[in-house]
């Protein structure tokens, strides 16, 4: 009854908003790639943009709450409000998709579990772009089932800004302290716009005793970002930003016997890049980036001399890219190079080097039909030379419609962990792993007019060689081997309205569907694994945010099935009141229906959570 009270909801909102004209065109935004930059309805692949407005709107105040709410994003979370989550794409793994900040990379050697502690306060995220399906011709390795580049803004104004909020359960920790569930976050900030210089500096604390026994967390964070514009030709953009995170981690990796377990992560983070407008024809972009992070897993959190893990590891990264212009298309090149180490009391010492070249073409060979294509050629220290070539293409079929296929492939570079992890008797890397490469083809049709916008397509990808841990018996320890072949059918569609009613009245329509049907080949059944079953198999997601003057509500609704686990039904809500220019109210309401699920293995989310909070930002 209420999956069917959501949905009727959904169509009498929508219905009545079919009987208004049309008034105003869908926003267009251009996709910050590494160097044939183009606007989103230009793309011939399948990309789409979580803007600023959609991630003010959204029940969430961190980045992964909000990548919860976007298509084709699996967000598997084992600690309450990002405390620690995985994400992958289209079925793949968690280490198959590539995180980018501003076009660096933000790759995490020792394992992708930790690739999402980042310092980024959610105020300045300027929105999330998405491509789906393998990207190493444009963004290189690990882009094995797509990229999410996170842009922040760039400052327009002086200003101050706090946020401050609490948030409940209204369930007491029977188990322990007989204290109310509760979390508790302040963020302060300020920005400093001049002509020719902008500047902004954000501070956050986010704490709370967690949902269950020994899930209490801490979170703070610092973000520093400068934008400096010499000319008009010539620009730099430089960013610092440090998080350290630690919560309690019940049964996040070897439940039942890691009930008292901890985990704290530090992370920071520099980069520097810069931009040149050399003649009307040529633009070059280089940057550099580095990451530091160190990992400290406490099996027994009471007793730090026993199954203690600490890892250190850095990587410093530098890249160059640029485009020339011709009168008949736009020719893109670059060249990149990352140094990896790690040390650690589990995984030893290790480093290695990656080497890569890049070049595309892209250019209209007709009115209606563009053609983009490429390759990305890779030398890696411990995988030696392998080339990566891509092709997309579009036709334009009538003014608003038109079809759009694409040929990818890409490679996953082997974490430190699974190559070298040795944490007998539980689990035990591989170095004798190869690399994950997959390959894929799309097709799909993309139509816009006025406020509607209606994407859909089919896809089929290969990754071969799937890295997997695994075991015959459970008195063996999990073991990193490459488990086989898996081959995916996907399709996915997703359908935005916009309609403004008068100056002061607006309602936005979001409705997205992906299905996955993926198969492994040659696989002994007897063998257990991590990995290969816990992929969606159904994901719908929809979103209604209407505003009325200084008024708006946001609802959000997802239906989840899983390969391996049972469907679930999950719907957020936000209210927001803007009382003063600067001050706004905020109520959000997180699984409305008091849901009962689970993302990773058996560990259970929050229940019902409610939070109050106050925005203020003024000058």
């Known amino acids: 009854m209420k999956r069917i009270f959501i949905l009727v909801s959904f169509i009498g909102t929508f219905s009545k908003a079919q009987e208004a004209k049309d008034t105003i065109a869908i926003q267009e935004v251009t996709l910050l790639e590494n160097r044939l930059h183009s606007a989103v309805s230009k793309e011939n692949r399948n990309v789409y943009i979580v803007d600023k407005a959609q991630i003010d709107r959204l029940p969430a105040k961190t980045i992964q709450e909000v990548l919860q709410y976007a298509s084709g994003i699996d967000l598997r979370q084992r600690g309450p409000f990002g405390s620690q989550a995985d994400i992958s794409m289209d079925g793949g793994s968690f280490e198959q998709t590539l995180i980018l900040l501003n076009g660096s990379k933000v790759i995490d050697q020792q394992t992708a579990h930790n690739t999402l502690n980042l310092p980024i306060p959610l105020e300045i995220v300027e929105r999330i772009e998405v491509i789906r399906g393998p990207a190493a011709r444009v963004y290189g390795n690990n882009s094995l089932t797509g990229v999410i580049n996170i842009v922040t803004r760039k400052p327009r104004q002086n200003g101050l800004y706090g946020h401050t909020y609490f948030g409940t359960s209204f369930k007491k920790d029977t188990e322990e302290t007989n204290e109310l569930f509760s979390n508790r976050g302040i963020q302060l900030g300020g920005t400093l716009a001049q002509e020719k210089h902008q500047h902004q500096l954000f501070l956050s604390h986010e704490t709370g005793n967690g949902t269950r026994y020994n899930t209490a967390f801490e979170n703070n964070k610092i973000y520093y970002q400068g934008n400096i514009q010499f000319s008009a030709n010539h620009q730099l953009i430089a960013s610092y930003g440090y998080v350290k995170n630690g919560f309690g981690a019940n049964g996040f990796y070897a439940a039942p016997g890691d009930k008292d377990s901890k985990e704290i992560v530090e992370t920071s983070m520099v980069m520097i890049q810069s931009k040149h407008q050399l003649s009307n024809r040529w633009h ?261 945010d209407y505003q009325y003057k200084n008024f708006n509500i946001s609802l959000a609704n997802r239906y989840l099935t899983r390969q391996s686990y049972k469907s679930y039904w999950l719907s957020d809500i936000r209210v927001n009141q803007r009382f003063t220019k600067n001050m706004d109210v905020i109520l959000d309401v997180q699984n409305l229906w008091n849901t009962s699920y689970n993302e990773v293995g058996s560990i259970p989310l929050p229940t019902r959570w409610m939070s109050i909070g106050i925005k203020w930002n003024g000058i």
């Open 284 to 544: 070059i972009e280089p940057r550099l980036s580095y990451r530091y992070n160190f990992d400290d897993y406490r099996y027994f959190k009471h007793d730090l001399n026993r199954a203690r893990s600490k890892h250190y590891s850095n990587a410093l990264a530098g890249e160059i890219n640029s485009t020339y212009a011709f009168n008949s298309g736009k020719l893109g090149f670059g060249a990149e190079f990352r140094n990896e180490q790690i040390n650690s009391t589990s995984i030893n010492s290790h480093t290695r080097d990656n080497f890569g070249l890049y070049a595309e073409y892209k250019t209209d060979l007709t009115e209606k039909l563009n053609i983009n294509a490429g390759a990305y050629i890779n030398y890696n220290s411990q995988y030696d030379w392998q080339i990566f070539p891509g092709i997309d293409a579009s036709y334009k079929l009538t003014k608003y419609l038109k079809i759009v296929g694409n040929i990818g492939t890409s490679q996953r570079i082997p974490s430190f962990t699974d190559l070298y992890l040795d944490q007998r008797p539980g689990n035990i890397g591989n170095s004798n792993l190869e690399s994950e490469k997959a390959f894929q083809t799309e097709f799909g049709l993309k139509w816009a007019k006025s406020n509607w916008s209606v994407n859909a397509y089919y896809f089929y990808r290969n990754i071969h060689n799937f890295i997997d841990w695994i075991r015959q018996t459970t008195d063996q320890p999990w073991q990193a081997n490459n488990f086989g072949d898996l081959k995916t059918n996907g399709f996915n569609a997703k359908l935005n309205y916009q309609h403004i009613f008068n100056q002061q009245q607006q309602l936005k329509i979001g409705l997205s569907y992906a299905y996955l049907d993926p198969k492994f080949e040659q696989i002994n059944p007897e063998i257990a694994s991590k990995y290969r079953i816990e992929s969606l198999k159904h994901q719908l997601i929809n979103t209604i």
